[in-house]
């Protein structure tokens, strides 16, 4: 499935330093290794709790800037995640997923010492 990832300046460069840093080859890629890594280490609460999903500004106002290639078992475990951690209202499953995925580019920056569990 394809969606397009909206994210704020700051994930962007976030997201940008990491696809250096880790020599990723496109930020889709690096999407896709912080998507794999959060999904398959027990982590969720500590990505998704209750003080990583609540908004802190912009959300609404983040920009689509990443097209993203992910399986429909994938698409659906993040919307999942988002049921589960958000009780903002969101208009689309790509607005939901980029939500999630603002998270977890959140989570890394702020633990980047997990980062060398990402590949």
């Known amino acids: 499935m394809e969606l397009e990832v909206s994210l704020k300046i700051h994930?962007?460069?976030?997201?940008?330093s990491f696809t250096?840093?880790?020599q990723?080859?496109?930020?889709?890629?690096?999407i896709l290794a912080l998507i794999q890594n959060s999904?398959?280490?027990?982590?969720?609460e500590d990505i998704f709790g209750e003080d990583n999903m609540q908004c802190s500004s912009g959300c609404f106002n983040a920009e689509p800037c990443?097209?993203?290639h992910v399986k429909p078992e994938i698409f659906n475990?993040?919307?999942e995640i988002f049921a589960s951690y958000?009780?903002?209202?969101?208009?689309?499953?790509?607005?939901?997923?980029?939500?999630?995925?603002?998270?977890?580019?959140e989570y890394y920056d702020q633990h980047q010492n997990e980062m060398k569990n990402v590949s």
Request: contains cysteine; charged residues 40%; negative net charge.
């Open 11 to 16: 994930q962007e460069d976030v997201l940008s």
């Open 20 to 22: 250096e840093k880790f």
């Open 24 to 30: 990723f080859k496109s930020q889709e890629e690096t």
């Open 39 to 44: 999904l398959a280490h027990d982590k969720r």
């Open 66 to 68: 990443v097209k993203l």
């Open 77 to 79: 475990e993040l919307l």
């Open 86 to 105: 958000v009780s903002e209202d969101y208009d689309s499953d790509a607005e939901r997923i980029s939500k999630t995925i603002r998270c977890m580019i």
